[in-house]
Every structure is written in C-alpha cells, then in structure tokens.
C-alpha cells in the first residue's frame, strides 16, 4: 500500500477531519525534568484557560519547572511576544504535584520520563488505575516502539507516541507513530488537536527511533566515527553547509552523548553497522565552535567528512522511504523543521544529481558496509510534493500550502 494512504487514510491536512471529541479542560504531564515542562508550556500558551498538572516524583524538578515556566512567561512579555494579562493566565491553573490521585479528571496525559521501560509500565499502570476510559494517554520517548512501551495496558487502544522535539515549547513538529493496538481515531484526534495549537504533526510507523530521530542520532553518531582522523570543529564546520550548528555543537547543547549511545544502541538490533562510537560514552563536553566562525579545513578531510555525512544521510533517508516508515515529503520537510537542514534530504539530493548521490553512497558504503542503500530507482526518491499537501474531500482536490517556516508563502518551486 502507498505510504501516504497508510499513514494518512483520510485526510494529509489535520484540519479536514471531522473530530466529535472537544479540546481537552485538563491534560497532565507526567516528569518534570527536561523536556516535560516544555511541552506543558506549549499547550498552556496555546490554551491558556485549561488545568495544567505537572506531575514528578522529586519536589526539587517541580520547583524548577515552575520557575522555568514563570521565566519562559516572563522573557515573552519582555519580549513583547506575549500580553501580561495573557502570561498570567497562561501560568495560572498549573498544579505542580507528587500525587498521581490529582490528575483524575484529565482528558490528556503525556507521559515525559526517562527513557526506561520498566518505569514507563509503571507511570501507565498508574495513570490507568486513576483516569477516565476515555482519557488519551501518550508517551514522549524518542526511540521505544509503542508496543514495548504500552503492551502492558489494560486499554492500548487509546495510547500512543507523541514525540516532540527541543525545544517543545517553540520546536514545531511532533512525530504521532500509528501502530497495531492504537484506536485510529485516537492518532486522528491527536494530529486534530497538535495542528490547532500550533503544532505540525508527522504521522510515522512504529519503527525503533521513528523517522527524524534516525536521522538525527545516526547523523551525530557518524560524527563521532570520524573523530580519529578530524577534530570536533572541523566537523562541525564541513557539516555547516548543511545544518544551521553541525552535530558536536548540537550534542553540548541537549546534552545528548547519552541519548545516542541509548538509541543506537537500540538499533543494533538492525545490524552492527549502528553500534554507538566508544567515544561518546568517555567525553562529557565537546570542543568545538559557535556555528559561523571561521575554521579552516584541510580539502581532503573535507571531502571526506562530506561524503560520510552526506552517505549517513542519504542512506537513512532511503531507508526510511523504502520501509514505509515516514512519506517523503514528511521526511523531507521534518529534517528542516525538527532538525535544522537548510534543505531537506531529498532536495540535497535533487542538487547534487544521481550520478553524484551514486558516487557518494560507493564510497560511504565502502567505509561503512551493512548500511541501507535504495531499493528503487533515483527518480523514485524525487517524486512527491514538496510543499503542498493534496487531499480530495467529496470529489473535490483540496491543495494546502505547507511551509510554515516561511510563513506558507508562495515560491516558484511550489508543486
């Protein structure tokens, strides 16, 4: 079946969809630490008038969270980007609690804890035992299939994977993953609800790592494999022609040597060609640069730091493509969106000609053997559209413009 008829049965565009189910009144976070706060930012600004919970084991992470959410209110008005009567509303009705018992009458839950899956049972266990039927439960985790996460839950068919990206307050995608026990109504709702409060949903399949994070994290990985012959900087600087902060940059900044080696990790159960660089469990910070300075990069290491980005790159993209994992043009679009590409993979791609895209898979492959290459034709990769999403409605084609980094406008490469 096509990809995009799979993922989206219906319509492309969320705001097509006939949705019985209101605005939720009351939606919980589950883990205050890193990203939980962000996201319970985002849907407070976006829907000030609701409840908030942030719920936490540790009385230390709720405090932080609500002076992380109070300073985000604050450098907003200041910035003359929010409304003081609107930053007040937006940080009242937030209860930061250790009790589960609290969060009883919420419609949503998002579940934003560590990336364990023992403990992840346990939070559902208990968020069942205490929410409505009808509550929508979903968990945060970058790289876990759902059915690992939720195959324990009395009522599966209403939880699923909503992974946002940092910082979720402002970051505008959010991966919705489709899997086998998930009511198809639900993912529908969520997609509904996301595109309403300013949020872009990607619906992928329940692969480990989803789709962007494949990218991401095998992008940062291979990094680390070039250390022994270039420096941090250097890559960084060769990486820049094609990401706003190249890998090393991008890892200080989340912390994230961890989440690479956890990830990568997981996806040796595809090949040990993703086994996680020793590196990155024995350096806590990299030396490197700010994006833009200047660094000087000898031409051979350049185009070989070049290619093996650009290999990693190209043969994640093909085997995202050709496992039905995410459509192209999700694909293309969320590498810019979620992770900082100047252009998407397969625009890059488009720019460099077949002959070229060849040249540097032989050689990335010849280095790194066991990667996916294409299953289809070159042309294959370049036929969707780019920026406009096409639905039919009652034998009608509706056409939606979708580049909300450029405020939708029009361009002449729009098909």
């Excluded at 364990?116 to 035992?129: D, H, T, V």
Aim: charged fraction near 30%; glycine fraction near 4%; charge should be neutral.
């Amino acid at each position: 079946m096509d990809t995009i008829k799979r993922l989206y049965p219906k319509f492309q565009n969320p705001l097509l969809l006939k949705i019985d189910r209101p605005m939720p009144k009351e939606v919980a976070i589950i883990g205050a630490g890193t990203i939980g706060p962000d996201i319970g930012y985002y849907i407070k600004s976006a829907l000030p008038e609701i409840r908030l919970y942030l719920v936490d084991v540790v009385e230390s992470q709720l405090n932080a969270a609500k002076a992380r959410l109070e300073g985000y209110a604050k450098k907003a008005v200041e910035k003359r980007k929010m409304k003081e009567d609107k930053a007040k509303r937006v940080l009242e009705n937030i209860v930061y609690t250790l009790d589960y018992n609290e969060i009883s009458g919420c419609d949503f839950v998002i579940e934003a804890a560590t990336e364990n899956i023992p403990l992840k049972q346990q939070i559902f266990e208990k968020i069942e035992a205490i929410v409505s039927d009808e509550t929508i439960i979903t968990s945060n985790t970058s790289s876990i299939p759902a059915d690992r996460i939720f195959n324990k839950m009395k009522r599966p068919q209403r939880a699923t994977i909503t992974h946002f990206f940092a910082p979720a307050w402002r970051s505008l995608p959010v991966e919705v993953i489709v899997w086998d026990k998930v009511d198809r109504d639900v993912v529908d709702y969520l997609c509904w609800f996301f595109v309403n409060t300013g949020k872009v949903p990607l619906i992928t399949d329940n692969a480990i790592c989803f789709m962007l994070d494949r990218v991401f994290d095998n992008w940062c990985n291979e990094a680390a494999y070039l250390l022994p012959d270039s420096t941090c900087s250097e890559i960084d600087k060769v990486a820049e022609e094609f990401v706003a902060a190249g890998p090393f940059y991008v890892l200080n900044l989340a912390n994230g040597n961890p989440i690479i080696i956890e990830t990568n990790t997981l996806q040796m159960e595809e090949g040990e060609h993703y086994r996680p660089a020793k590196i990155l469990a024995s350096v806590e910070r990299w030396k490197t640069h700010r994006p833009g300075a200047k660094v000087e990069v000898d031409e051979a290491y350049r185009r070989k730091i070049r290619d093996r980005l650009l290999g990693i790159l190209f043969s994640q993209s093909f085997d995202i493509i050709d496992r039905g994992i995410g459509t192209k043009a999700d694909l293309n679009f969320g590498c810019q969106i979620a992770l900082g590409f100047k252009k998407g993979p397969m625009d890059i791609m488009k720019e460099l000609g077949e002959n070229e895209v060849k040249r540097v898979m032989d050689r990335f492959l010849s280095d790194r053997p066991g990667f996916p290459t294409p299953k289809e034709p070159f042309s294959y990769y370049q036929d969707f559209y780019r920026y406009i999403l096409v639905d039919e409605m009652d034998g009608v084609k509706i056409i939606t413009i979708r580049r909300p980094q450029a405020l939708n406008a029009l361009n002449d490469d729009l098909n």
